[in-house]
């Protein structure tokens, strides 16, 4: 079992580059296979879910390099278009296949999305919208297979601005006949990532960005060369770690267009934050104050990705909060680890009431999931005494190296295996 060993209590001191996008990489790997070409990737973020993508795509016969930090994919030639239940369970990102599979191979078997488990996760939006350009689905015992002859563009309207269900409509209907107008479309930074993605492959999608997208078909892409933006959610849990921990911490690479959200709760804790171009430096000396009431909401909405972040921050704060998940109803699982070392939330249905305590104690504690398990690195980061958080692998699906950033910050943490 593999678990950090962090030593907390000490004001955080030192500087940390973002590494690229979990959420841009993901769908932008899918959109690699609906190129007959080589694509070069440059930031792509060396991650454990990034990995697993790697390896279903050589599955389907890419043959990839990394070359000094550029990876290289060329999908001139495709065999296969399963995706392995063993991937699929694990990474509910392999959904995101369903889409470019069709619209390269006509054909696609994917088993049902594994990932964090933070809610039901159902795909209905996904498989909704991909039939009303064509597409037909059968059930089998491990998952589904879909075919599309021809995918057809038409209008679709989203009943909810899913991300993924908006990422698997651009990537069938890029290589559509005619145009697609998406309505409700998501509006997350990670969409508007995919189609400069597509769009600098030879793609023609118009209004990324907004709720309204015009996708219009082409016939072929062709080779680029493309760059990773920084990831967002990774900035967004350094700059509430600094509101948990205090000290004075710079971050290099952070897309602060994308995290107004982040900064104006950050502004309310009283954390002092200070931006030059891609560069902030934050400082927090006193105990952080309480922020009254928020809502996750989709982008550009405070993301539901930094909500148990904020509890642990808020857990620290002077006075008393109330968060409520919108999207996940399943995202408040950190909230008994952060009781046990002395955190007073409480939950009523959806909504976290959260009464500041001046210190948290060191513990034992488990990570259930990704960006739950990167809470519990703040709160033992912030508590006195020291903690282990086991399951770290949860952690290392989304950060690069949490453990070098830590140690950057001054944090004194340990990794180890036991059996
Ligand atoms: C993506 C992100 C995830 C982020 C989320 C919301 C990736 C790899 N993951 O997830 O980090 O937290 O956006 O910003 O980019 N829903 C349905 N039916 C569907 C699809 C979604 O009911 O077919 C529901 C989900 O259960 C959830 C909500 O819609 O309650 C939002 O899901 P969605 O926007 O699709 O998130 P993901 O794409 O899964």
Redesign the pocket.
Known sequence: MEYLEIEGGRPLRGEVHIQGSK?AA?PILSAVILHRGTTVLKNCPKIIDVMYMLEILKDFGCRMSWEGENLVIDASELLDSRVEECYGRQM??SIMLLGSLLGRMKEACVSYPGGCVI????????LAALKRLGAVFIEEPTGLKAICRQPVGTTIDLP?P????TENVILLAVLAEGTTILENA?R?P?IVELCRFLNGMGGDIRGAGASRLEIRGVKELRDTEFTIMPDRIVAGTYMLMTAAVGGSVCLKDVPLEQLESVQSVLEKMGVHQESRGQEVQLSCTKRPRSIGELSTS?YPGF???LQSPLLTALSLAQGSSIVRET??EARFKTVEELRRMGANIQIEGQKAIIQGVPRLCGTDLTARELRGGAALVLAAAAAEGSSRVYQYHYIARGYENIIRDLQSLGVVVRYSRRQ
Do not use: Q, Y
């Open positions: 959420n993901l509910r990102s809610g039901a996760r159902p795909i209905d939006l996904h909810f899913s991300v993924g269900a998501a997350e990670e989709p993301p539901t990705d999207i996940f």
